[in-house]
């Protein structure tokens, strides 16, 4: 379990228990940052991704495992997530062109007998999501460039899927879940996800090529019914494996410990710098208007200048300025 800059009368109870691997940092690192952390700590075969604002329900975790380990060719399994009223959140994803995503199913009401079947998936939420450690390491985990958070679960099921690795969703995990319960919604967190969607695309532009063009709110059913099936029948690229990195072999140093958190305090500085940018250039644009109705005036003084004298030669005895106001024709 990672206590990502958790005070530390959050985690008190946590530090008595004998059952779990409490991996603390006193620096908050990110999502994806946090999850890169507690995987060095991790030795297992898999690697479990789970938010602090979810319950699972009985059988969530075996039927990860059992499905992940039905081939190996397969990197990550995602869950069937619910809200805590049982309407569906998610089961499984698509990915558009444009980078923007459809999480399917959402709010079909409980018990609905659809999105019943496994199926191969765009990505999965990472907020109950099964990685095959192998294929983490050889991803190299997370993007830590999506700070705070933000696009990096749908990053690492690409890195997966360019890999070689297929992702797939069980519709037998199910879990429940307080979406956006764990982060505050911010200006500063909306600006991140923008952000970071901007870098995704880049990152990904070429392999976005692949993908559906974001529907129309009028169709996007039929439009998401496509790309689930298109999702279901893209195969991935054959899989060459490449080694492990030979750091992640060996057990975590508080030397790193330090660097990482330096490395998210730089990435916080950098948000913030970046924030604060874009909110002055949006008061530059808010004042565009009233700069150049300042440069307009001089003309538009000139203009009724040059009717006053036109006026004038025609022998009108007064022309109404902007105001209204009658001007007596300028002496001959």
């Not at 998610?90 to 007998?113: C, F, M, N």
């Not at 532009?205 to 099936?229: C, F, G, N």
């Amino acid at each position: 379990m990672v206590a990502n800059g958790s005070p530390d009368t959050a985690i008190a109870e946590l530090s008595r228990r004998d059952d779990i691997v409490l991996v603390t940092s006193g620096v908050n690192l990110g999502f994806a940052g946090g999850c890169n952390w507690g995987a060095r700590f991790a030795r297992g075969r898999h690697l479990v991704l789970l938010n602090d604002d979810t319950e699972v329900e009985d059988g969530w975790l075996r039927a990860l495992v059992q499905l992940v380990e039905t081939d190996p060719g397969i990197g990550a399994v995602g869950s069937r997530i619910l809200g805590f009223d049982g309407t569906l959140q998610e089961a499984g994803s698509v990915l558009w062109r444009d980078g923007g995503t459809y999480q399917v199913g959402r709010g079909l009401p409980p018990g609905t007998g659809l999105h019943t079947s496994v199926r191969a998936v765009d990505y999965s939420s990472a907020c109950g999501l099964l990685v095959r450690m192998s294929a983490w390491r050889e991803v190299g985990g997370f993007d830590d460039a999506y700070f705070p958070a933000y696009h990096e679960d749908v990053d690492l099921c690409l890195a997966l899927r360019a890999a070689g690795y297929g992702v797939l969703y069980s519709p037998d995990a199910r879990l429940r879940h307080h979406q956006g319960a764990s982060a505050a919604d911010v200006p500063l967190l909306t600006f991140a996800a923008l952000r970071n969607g901007m870098y995704f695309c880049a990152k990904w532009a070429a392999t976005l090529d692949e993908y559906d063009v974001a529907p129309k709110p009028r169709s996007i059913d039929a439009a998401v019914e496509a790309a689930v099936r298109h999702g279901a029948e893209r195969r991935p690229p054959a899989r060459t494996p490449a080694p492990a990195a030979g750091e992640d072999l060996e057990p975590p140093t508080e030397r790193e410990g330090l660097a990482r958190q330096i490395q998210a305090l730089q990435n916080q500085s950098r948000l913030k710098d970046a924030f604060i940018a874009h909110l002055q250039e949006d008061l530059r644009r808010s004042r565009q208007p009233r700069a150049t109705l300042e440069h307009l005036r001089p003309l538009a003084r000139r203009i009724r200048h040059v009717i006053r004298r036109a006026g004038a030669a025609a022998g009108v005895r007064g022309v109404a300025d902007r105001r209204g106001v009658s001007t007596p024709p300028p002496e001959p």
